[in-house]
């Protein structure tokens, strides 16, 4: 009864709203312009990307949560509205709090745990995937480990299996990071300890400073980019000044310690480019 009730509702909307524009008259000059306002002249999509893109992830008391919120403030002030600024905001806490993610790890033997890991000094049973998300088996028995993975699958439980990556529904990769660069070396689970051997070796090219230079470029694109924007500079243009940008001895010089010169280098060559615009 109840779907036959909506249903006719519904019915009794459509024929309405087709009444009330079958004698509406449609002035298509005031369409277009609507339309054209859309699709040229809105910063919808422009203000997207750069929040998800540029600025990413936005975490409280994060760089990029700083770094986002103070773009927008200067762009809302570039549209023409007045007294944009922040508020502030007490959360009630510092930060982020865990209050749904537990991670429990059930052995025989475990030693050296962090305080806010639950642990269960015993053997693993099928029963312990009751309510769990995720499943690493790292146990040194391969038949307790095929169980566990095939309760793990029966479950929809995603699973890693350490010693037999096929067993498991996804596999860790190796990481190297260097501030908000990352870079993930992975043998589809053939050899972890490749993995991690090529990972150290990489460690001593992919130095610190790739991590101040990451840091650089995204606070110089989260400047720069708004004014080509404004200056009309095509994508072509833009690209060509990244590739020019990344060709300066950057790296040197923050090696050298040396961040403000490789600022300085970086933003004359950007203004360079918005001058050939102009």
Known sequence: MRFRILATLSLVVVIATSASLA??????????????EATDNSHIMRTLQVLTDLYGPRLTGSPNLKGASD????????????????EPWDFGHPGWLNERLSVHVVAPHVEGMPADVVVE??????????????????????????????????RGVLVNVVDDP????????????????????????????????????????????????????????????????????PPDARRA?????????????????DGREARVRAEGLLEAALGRAG
Do not use: M
Request: glycine residues 8%; negative net charge.
């Open 166 to 233: 096929g067993s498991g529904s996804f596999t860790v990769p190796a990481v190297l990071r260097r501030g908000r660069l990352q870079v993930g070396v992975s043998t589809g689970g053939a050899s972890p300890s490749l993995a991690a051997r090529i990972r150290d070796e990489l460690a001593v090219v992919v130095d610190e400073p790739y991590g101040e230079l990451v840091a650089l470029l995204g606070e110089l694109r989260a400047e720069w980019e708004p004014r080509a924007d404004a200056a009309g500079l």
């Open 241 to 257: 000044a990244w590739r020019a940008v990344l060709e300066l001895p950057l790296l040197e010089l923050l090696r050298q310690g």
């Open 121 to 154: 000094r015993r053997a693993a049973l099928p029963g312990d995937l009751e309510g769990v998300t995720l499943l690493v088996c790292a146990t040194d028995d391969p038949q307790v480990n095929a169980v566990l993975a095939t309760e793990a699958h029966r």
């Open 71 to 86: 773009w927008v403030v200067k762009e809302a002030t570039a549209w023409g509205l007045k007294n944009a600024h922040l």
């Open 23 to 36: 004698q509406e008259t449609i002035d298509r000059d005031i369409y277009w312009k609507i339309r054209r």
